[in-house]
Nanobody, 121 residues
């Protein structure tokens, strides 16, 4: 059973940066596609960025050029570097994993519990 635990959320002023981490366990040597999603109050969960097992990345239009997804396979950890943060980036950020690459769709099988990111103006 794959387990995902996010960390690194917090409060930051507009223009600031944060780096989120997602520690994964239970992989048993299988290769997974990983992703970051976010959900703001009153809005649907949306895809932020994904990275496939071969390193191919995909970004949502609203974060292109500002966010960067990466992974450390030795540590089984996924990262999301967020720069030039805006108030509209405020949301709960979730880590997700699946053996299928769903891109930015919300169809991933495994999800973490999320970490809050708040950006003030």
């Amino acid at each position: 059973q794959v387990q995902l635990v996010e960390s690194g959320g917090g409060s930051v002023q507009s223009g600031g940066s944060l780096r989120l981490s997602c520690a994964a366990s239970g992989y048993s040597g299988r290769r997974y596609c990983m992703g970051w999603f976010r959900q703001a109050p009153g809005k649907e969960r949306e895809g932020v960025a994904t990275i496939d097992s071969d390193g191919t990345t995909t970004y949502g239009n609203s974060v292109k050029g500002r966010f960067s997804i990466s992974q450390d396979n030795a540590k089984n950890t996924l990262y999301l570097q967020m720069n030039s943060l805006k108030p509209e980036d405020t949301a709960i950020y979730y880590c997700a994993a699946d053996r299928v690459n769903w891109g930015l769709l919300r169809r991933y099988q495994y999800w973490g519990r999320g970490t809050q990111v708040t950006v003030s103006s």
